[in-house]
């Protein structure tokens, strides 16, 4: 059973980089056909896909952030992260790590959630 | 990108009622649709795939159906636990993939 947790400030002044990690537990990041992916929540927006990265390196980002955003995997440490530039107010938001097996579309496995406030 | 309607954004309901959540996407998406249910606080939790392929765990009075542009997930003899936020989303475009902005079923 995939397990995630989100970790990471809570509070990210405008125009500075949001970072988040998120950890897997229950298996290994590099196991087979497992994509690892990002989803915000905002009352605004709902739900919005930011985008996945498959062990090996391939990405898929979101067009609207894809200037802004980088995800990328540590697999030493079992995790993989997000970066988001240049923050606004628009991006606070509740953010998810999130994956599942057999497809990136689509999600089993989620983690709690961390709230992100943009503010100075 | 492709843009999700759900309909009714709220709808009142009793528990033992059956009730219906239509999804409609500005395209054509065959049967790339997923359903999620949300309680306060907490993540989606994937209860459908496929439009109507049932996730494991996931009790027999979830169902969907449709295909193309509308879409419905049923609920069958409403439980106390199936008061929460219901989400489709879809995965034919996958650059970017997209959610409805939610359906709400509350307790009448």
């Known amino acids: 059973q995939v397990q995630l947790q989100e970790s990471g400030p809570g509070l990210v002044k405008p125009s500075q980089t949001l970072s988040l990690t998120c950890t897997v537990s229950?298996?290994?990041?590099?196991?087979?056909?497992?994509?690892w992916s990002w989803i915000r929540q905002s009352p605004e927006k709902g739900l919005e896909w930011i985008g996945y990265?498959?062990?090996?390196?391939?990405?898929n980002y979101n067009p609207s952030l894809k200037s802004r955003v980088a995800i990328s995997v540590d697999t030493s440490k079992n995790q993989f992260s997000l970066k988001l530039d240049s923050v606004t107010a628009a991006d606070t938001a509740v953010y998810y790590c999130?994956?599942?097996?057999?497809?990136?579309?689509?999600?089993?496995?989620w983690g709690q959630g961390t709230l992100v406030t943009v503010s100075s | 990108d492709i843009h999700m309607t759900q309909s009714p954004s709220t709808l009142s309901a009793s528990v033992g009622d059956r009730v219906t959540i239509t999804c409609r996407t500005s395209e054509s998406i065959n049967n790339w649709l997923a359903w999620y249910q949300q309680k306060p606080g907490k993540a989606p939790k994937l209860l459908l795939y496929?439009?109507?392929t049932l996730e494991r765990g996931v009790p027999l009075r979830f169902s969907g159906s449709g295909s193309g542009t509308e879409f419905t997930l049923t609920i069958s003899n409403l439980q106390p636990d199936d008061f929460a936020t219901y989400y489709c989303q879809q995965y034919h475009d996958y650059s970017p993939l997209t959610f409805g902005g939610g359906t709400k079923v509350e307790i009448k």
């Open positions: 990265i498959y062990p090996t390196g391939t990405t």
């Open positions: 999130a994956t599942r097996h057999d497809s990136p579309y689509y999600f089993t496995y």
């Open positions: 496929k439009a109507s």
């Open positions: 229950g298996g290994s990041i590099t196991r087979a056909g497992y994509y």
